[in-house]
């Protein structure tokens, strides 16, 4: 029998829990050999271990199916390099990469530390730079092409609490898509995924979210990894249960221009500017109107 991922050698990130874990077994699955890379913290990112990395390399050879662990912090360009080494040093290459590892730090941004935003950014960001570069030097070397998969969030257009990490997945999405048109000609794509699952991440949203299971991400992860998907880059998929969109890439929507081609006068934008261009109203502008009534009708009652 032959897997949908046979013989390719693939790093996942974060694959010791939630959905990392789903990709990695997976990948595993499908034939692919991976590399599970976890550094084993707490959802704030302390108290690191490698029994997450062991208990699901574990759990793949009792399947049948072939990994290696590794418990580096893929957040320094050591522990990066360390994971994409570790597929070439065992079975001799390259050929994907899925960087899922995250923590969070949430705090409203007046109340938030430097700590707190950097370590967010040093994580989910520089964690993937770590891993892209390292996996893509070396896959222009190998001439054999392969796959970068980033996960970023629906929350990189914004989240109330959420700063830090949302800067950070709108900078996955920035340098995935950098990454897909500076490896094109290389044979390697680049996608991100925006995933929603039920998780120790998600268990405490404040709001009722819509959300699936680790499992159903899995999928395609592994469609994209795949030579099949080879022609498919610079994307960004949600997946959430059985639901799979993708987002539209971005560009301007509307323009207007300065009468006869000359300078803008900050009076002359406030006059055009509202009736022409106008504004794009933001998604979650209208759930915190509700919320705010919602409290509004609350402290009323309370009076
Ligand atoms: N769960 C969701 O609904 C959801 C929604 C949007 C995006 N995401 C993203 O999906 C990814 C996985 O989330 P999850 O819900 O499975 O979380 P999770 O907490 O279950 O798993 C994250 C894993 O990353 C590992 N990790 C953290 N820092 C690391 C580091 N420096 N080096 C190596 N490993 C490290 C942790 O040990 C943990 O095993 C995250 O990037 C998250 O932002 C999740």
Not at 136 to 157: C, D, H, N, P, Y
Not at 162 to 182: D, E, H, M, R
Request: aromatic share 6%.
């Amino acid at each position: 029998m032959t897997g949908y991922l046979d013989g390719k050698n693939i790093v996942v990130t974060g694959a010791g829990n939630g959905i990392g874990r789903a990709i990695a077994l997976g990948c595993a699955a499908e034939g692919a050999n991976v590399v599970v890379a976890d550094f084993g913290v707490s959802l704030h990112g302390e108290d690191p271990s490698s029994d997450v990395a062991d208990a699901v390399v574990a759990e793949i050879a009792a399947s049948g199916g072939t990994a290696v662990a590794l418990a580096s912090d893929i957040s320094t360009m050591e522990g990066g390099a360390a994971a994409v080494q570790a597929a070439v040093d065992t079975w001799g290459s390259i050929d994907g990469a899925v960087c899922v590892a995250g923590i969070l730090r949430e705090r409203m941004i007046f109340n938030m530390t430097e700590e707190e935003f950097d370590d967010v950014i040093r994580v989910h960001l520089k964690g993937h730079f770590t891993v892209y570069k390292h996996a893509s030097a070396i896959m222009r070397k190998q001439e054999t092409g392969g796959s970068l998969v980033g996960v970023t969030s629906g929350a990189f257009t914004g989240s109330t609490s959420q700063a830090n990490y949302a800067a950070a997945k709108g900078g996955i999405i920035s340098l995935t898509k950098s990454a897909a048109l500076a490896l094109k000609r290389y044979g390697v794509n680049a996608n991100c995924i925006a995933p929603s699952a039920r998780t120790r991440m998600s268990e405490n949203v404040p709001f009722e979210i819509e959300a699936g299971e680790p499992e159903d991400v899995a999928p395609l992860a592994v469609y994209l990894l795949s030579d099949a998907a080879r022609d498919i880059t610079a994307q960004v998929y949600t997946v959430v249960g059985p639901r799979i969109s993708v987002w539209a890439q971005f560009g301007e929507v509307r323009s207007m221009f300065a009468p006869d081609l000359t300078s803008w006068t900050p009076e002359g934008i406030q006059e055009a500017l509202p009736r022409t261009i106008g504004t794009e109203e933001h998604p979650t502008m209208a759930l915190l109107e509700q919320q705010a009534a919602q409290r509004q009708a609350a402290a009323q009652a309370n009076t």
